[in-house]
């Protein structure tokens, strides 16, 4: 800690680094801190109401709580005798929380996290680990886009952005178009998904089928490059990442609701700038 002068001669305490992580550590020590934490971040707790949601002793909830507010975190109202988080102890929470989640997405999968395009990202990546990995990365290709397919059948929306072309979903999307329980759809394709959409005849004929029975577009495509497939199927989203040869895939699926709001808030981007796949096939495609 140190001290210093501000402009009008006052002198202010100025906490260091060291401070920082110090504060961190005190925190991390302690399971029923973040426990008091977590249940304030809810609303206003009485002591008896934490101390049945942390299961500790009165003697250890009057210290920890001493402690909280001594900290700024916590604050008593004296008069409902209620106790409530901080605007500081609220920030201290939310980061303190994203940071366990990071940390259980990356040691749950380490190998998954190192190849996620975190950077396209707008929600922290901690929010993954209410997710559920459900398609790990093994020996048999299809496995990714089975699982996405699969939901695509039971689905009632589907918004969709495809960087790594696979047909199972669009087999789903046809199958149940059959049957008359097709989903509200819209897919917009990366260039090399594009691509193959278009100069495959029997997926270029699969997808001109599905659009005649809906009288639509559907199906977009745009120039540049999605660094991951992004399924957001009802309220769930479905990231699909590659791996580095681009054989086999990792799915997570995850419904949490900054995640939910990344995804349909970029599909809405793409989709604005995108263009009609239908526009692109030429005369002897046609």
Not at 119 to 133: K, Q, T
Request: aromatic share 6%.
């Amino acid at each position: 800690m140190m001290s210093s002068t501000d402009s009008s001669g006052e002198r202010v305490t100025v906490r260091s680094s060291d401070d920082a992580v110090e504060a961190v550590a005190f925190l991390a020590r302690s399971e029923h801190r973040v426990r008091v934490l977590e249940l304030l971040s809810d609303g206003s707790r009485t002591r008896d109401e934490l101390k049945v949601g942390t299961s500790v002793t009165r003697v250890t909830l009057s210290r920890i709580l001493r402690d909280l507010e001594e900290r700024g975190w916590v604050r008593r109202n004296h008069e409902t005798s209620e106790y409530c988080l901080t605007a500081y102890g609220k920030l201290v929470y939310e980061d303190f929380s994203q940071l366990l989640g990071t940390m259980s997405v990356g040691q749950s999968h380490p190998d998954l996290v190192e190849r996620l395009p975190t950077e396209w990202f707008d929600f922290n990546i901690g929010v993954l680990a209410e997710g559920e990995r459900v398609v790990s990365e093994n020996a048999d290709p299809m496995a990714a886009p089975r699982a996405v397919a699969n939901a695509v059948r039971r689905a009632s929306s589907v918004r969709a952005l495809v960087g790594s072309f696979t047909s199972l979903p669009m087999h789903a999307h046809a199958e149940a178009t059959r049957q008359g329980t097709d989903p509200d759809a819209k897919v917009v394709y990366d260039s090399e998904a594009a691509a193959v959409a278009l100069d495959n005849p029997d997926i270029r004929t699969r997808w001109q089928n599905i659009e005649s029975e809906h009288g639509e577009a559907i199906y977009y495509s745009v120039e540049e490059r999605f660094p991951c497939n992004v399924d957001l199927i009802d309220d769930e989203v479905y990231l699909s990442v590659g791996d580095e040869h681009g054989r086999t895939f990792d799915v997570i699926r995850c419904g949490h609701p900054a995640v939910v709001t990344w995804a349909r808030e970029l599909f809405e981007r793409k989709r604005t700038h995108a263009t009609p796949l239908r526009k692109r096939v030429t005369a002897d495609d046609a």
